[in-house]
T-cell receptor, first 113, second 113 residues
Framework: KAGVTQTPRYLIKTRGQQVTLSCSPISGHRSVSWYQQTPGQGLQFLFEYFSETQRNKGNFPGRFSGRQFSNSRSEMNVSTLELGDSALYLC????????????FGSGTQLSVL | DQQVKQNSPSLSVQEGRISILNCDYTNSMFDYFLWYKKYPAEGPTFLISISSIKDKNEDGRFTVFLNKSAKHLSLHIVPSQPGDSAVYFCAASANQAGTALIFGKGTTLSVSS
């Protein structure tokens, strides 16, 4: 069974631009969560989608948004990029929810210059 | 306010010895705890979990201990191997549907041969 796939692996953007990251969950998994990891920080929860609905959201500004499609694939968008948005963005999928064992993708490394 | 704390950023151990990674939590509603391992340029992978109804769970060389009264859990790796060198994240969740896993900041384990 294929794992969680995230594209692209690396991105370089400049301040003020926007970016869209993509995530394909494990087949059959309906919950997709997004996390941000920065140096010295743990994994900070962004949001979770289940059956195309956002069920839970972390403490991030409205510039961070996401969506989920009917095939469970998910995208997250960051608008008006700031230098502090440089991070590894991880997507994770699970069968039912974000509070059970999560399967993570390899992440998208975003650098904002 | 950090609900899950890993107070040791790093730990160095010799091959064959025991590695003990610690994690403290503040939210008494947490009832499910997990450990993840992360190598550079990869997403975290699930290692072992424990429910609050237990105080110990073993899986091969890995054992997790939970002390609910102290709100403390630890991961023991015996014997440690060089391939165990990675960042270890502790995570916790409360029994509420859709509540996200809360992660600690991680401990970098270095096992020398």
């Amino acid at each position: 069974k294929a794992g969680v796939t995230q594209t692209p692996r690396y991105l370089i953007k400049t301040r003020g631009q926007q970016v869209t990251l993509s995530c394909s969950p494990i087949s059959g998994h309906r919950s997709v969560s997004w996390y941000q990891q920065t140096p010295g920080q743990g994994l900070q929860f962004l949001f979770e989608y289940f059956s195309e609905t956002q069920r839970n959201k972390g403490n991030f500004p409205g510039r961070f948004s996401g969506r989920q499609f009917s095939n469970s694939r998910s995208e997250m968008n960051v608008s008006t990029l700031e230098l502090g948005d440089s991070a590894l963005y991880l997507c994770a999928s699970s069968l039912w929810g974000p509070d059970e064992k999560l399967f993570f993708g390899s992440g998208t490394q975003l650098s904002v210059l | 306010d950090q609900q899950v704390k890993q107070n040791s950023p790093s730990l160095s151990v010799q091959e064959g010895r025991i590695s003990i990674l610690n994690c403290d939590y503040t939210n008494s509603m947490f009832d499910y705890f997990l450990w993840y391992k992360k190598y550079p340029a990869e997403g975290p992978t699930f290692l072992i979990s424990i429910s609050s109804i237990k105080d110990k769970n073993e899986d091969g060389r890995f054992t997790v201990f939970l002390n609910k009264s102290a709100k403390h859990l630890s991961l023991h790796i015996v014997p440690s191997q060089p391939g165990d060198s990675a960042v270890y994240f502790c995570a916790a969740s409360a029994n509420q549907a859709g509540t996200a896993l809360i992660f600690g900041k991680g401990t970098t384990l270095s096992v020398s041969s």
